[in-house]
């Protein structure tokens, strides 16, 4: 089997995105599989070797976020339900309540043995869409952080609905890293990466060591997870690695499996590495990916130039407003052919907004009867479609 991809040089290098040099702040997502035994037993021998590598990692000045999935599989040991606990919505609701007292428990446990201060958040996928909610949760992770506990999160999984849910962490840990402003992400799995096939099945099956264009991989996501635990598989880690892209934030897929998984990838590189862009596209990716749009602003054709010229949007070049926000929300930008052309996050409400609209900046405040913004659309709020 050999390599595909455009390696990075030696095993160090590749592992020093990761390193606490190179990554203030990495989230670490661990899987169920890796957590806990085809039996439902903890597998604690394992989980003392990756606190191990964590507590070094934090001794090292790294700042640690933990993505913990497993209060289904614990959960369901303990109820004695069938398949998992995954048997019905109701039952992985049910093994969920009762797993997670017991996940976070041991997170506590273990991470205070080295004097490290655990911390839950458990959270739901509009946690993470709403901006107001998006920007509380990272300020609570920032502050935690701050004050050198570990944050533990895990989907709200009791109350999440099935539709509204993230249904794996994989994409909720590429979520928590935008929303954490972490520098790295590591997905401990139950696999040691991704391949051009699955190599189970085709000999032919090369390793993926490197993925400089996420574009390039998405149709090799198969969704197969050799483990049936959790419900990750291939396509949630595409998935969520292309998130984590448009943020900026490189990740790695890793064997989670062997004891001190996060050393042993520091010294070998194995595993497969999602490079990212520039990182100042993170929050505009976090608003290109926005799917829920409060309104639309109109504007002309000296003001659609403007924008494309990487300029703010002001109010004098709006014509019309449409739809109903507060300052904040996400909103898209017309310009006069009909095309979305920019999205958002609006510097008025839907009233002021139309009061203002076509006006120029001198005639602003005495209308508002305050002293104006900057901008309709300040540019760094803004993304070009
Ligand atoms: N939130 C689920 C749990 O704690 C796991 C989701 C997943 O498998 O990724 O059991």
Partial sequence: MSAVGTPLSDAASRAALFAPGGASRLVVKVGSSLLVAPDGAVRRAWLETLVDDLAQRRAAGQQILLVSSGAIALGSRRLGLPKGGRASLEDAQASAATGQILLAGLWAELLGAHGLTAAQILVTLGDFEDRRRFLNASATLDRLLQLGAIPILNENDTVATEEIRFGDNDRLAARAAQAGRADALILLSDIDGLYTANPAEDPEARFIETVPDIGAIAHMASSAS?????????????????IAHVAGVPVAIVAGKPDHPLQRFAETGRGTIFTAPDALSARKAWL???????????????????????????????????????????????????????????????????????????EIAGLLGYAPRSAMIHRDQMVML
Wanted: with cysteine; glycine share 18%.
């Fill in 226 to 242: 050799s483990s049936g635990m959790g419900s990750g598989g291939m396509a949630a880690k595409v998935e969520a690695a292309r």
């Fill in 288 to 362: 290109a990916g926005r799917m829920q749009l409060l309104g639309r602003l109109h504007v002309d054709a000296g003001a659609a130039r403007a924008l494309g010229e990487g300029k703010s949007l002001l109010a004098a070049g709006i014509v019309r407003v449409e739809g109903g926000f507060r300052r904040g929300d996400a909103v898209d930008v017309i310009c006069p052919d009909g095309r979305a052309i920019a999205r958002g996050l609006v510097g008025y409400d839907a009233a002021d907004a139309r009061l203002i609209a076509g006006k120029r900046s001198d």
